[in-house]
């Protein structure tokens, strides 16, 4: 079983539409976990980290629920800039690597 | 903003040849990393380097590879002896936390051996 799996869509939205997506981590020593996005042939940037409570940044919202071992993510409003893989992380506190899901793309379309 | 650069962009070789590639961590930063992403497929771990030593690395680290941090703004991957399944793209990335912080990453280098 892979250690973050993601569903690899495309998701495609409507500009202004909001979109959700998990991703599903299996080592439950996982500790800390993000939020990255990345573009076409372009390096991983940071979009959040995934606090336990939750949290909120502008218009996208990150949820972490330990029980089912899954992260979400969720778009609202969505803008054509939108348009980019996102990339579940996950790390843990022992180690140094940060451990990827295979993304999840999504395609915001006027 | 602080960002972490590697060159080359794009380096090109024939298998069998060794290759260097740079990083300049942001400079603050005391944790360096290089990951790999071969076309189509997810980033992946290769090793983690803190305090002069390797830290952790993985199954994919082998002994072609080995890093280096030879003064105090760069940070290199050698691979000694290029093979066809080497080609993919490398990134370095920083962190300065010393707990679970976030990792910045460069803009990579594309690697393609032939």
């Known amino acids: 079983r892979k250690e973050v799996e993601q569903d690899p869509g495309p998701f495609n939205v409507p500009e202004g539409a909001t979109v959700a997506f998990n991703c599903t981590y299996s080592?439950?020593?996982?500790?800390?976990f993000f939020w990255y996005r990345q573009d076409c042939r372009k390096e991983p940037k940071l979009l959040m980290s995934v606090y336990s409570s939750g949290n909120e940044d502008g218009r996208f919202t990150a949820q972490l629920n330990r029980a089912s071992q899954y992260i979400s993510l969720l778009i609202r409003d969505s803008k054509l800039s939108d348009s980019a893989t996102y990339l579940c992380?996950?790390?843990?506190?022992?180690?140094?690597?940060?451990?990827f899901g295979g993304g999840t793309r999504v395609l915001v379309k006027p | 903003e602080p960002e972490v650069t590697q060159t080359p962009s794009h380096q090109v070789t024939q298998m069998g040849q060794e290759v260097i590639l740079r990083c300049v961590p942001i400079?603050?930063?005391?944790?360096f990393y290089w990951y790999r992403q071969i076309l189509g497929q997810k980033v992946e771990f290769l090793v983690s380097?803190?305090?002069?030593?390797?830290?952790?690395k993985s199954e994919i680290f082998d002994d072609q590879f080995s890093v280096e941090r030879p003064d105090g703004s760069n940070f290199t991957l050698k691979i000694r002896s290029t093979k066809l399944e080497d080609s993919a793209m490398y990134f370095c990335a920083s962190r300065g936390q010393p707990i679970a912080g976030e990792q910045f990453f460069g803009p990579g280098t594309r690697l393609t051996v032939l």
């Open positions: 080592n439950s020593a996982s500790q800390s």
């Open positions: 992380v996950a790390h843990k506190a022992a180690g140094n690597k940060l451990t």
């Open positions: 400079s603050n930063h005391l944790y």
């Open positions: 380097f803190y305090n002069n030593e390797i830290s952790e």
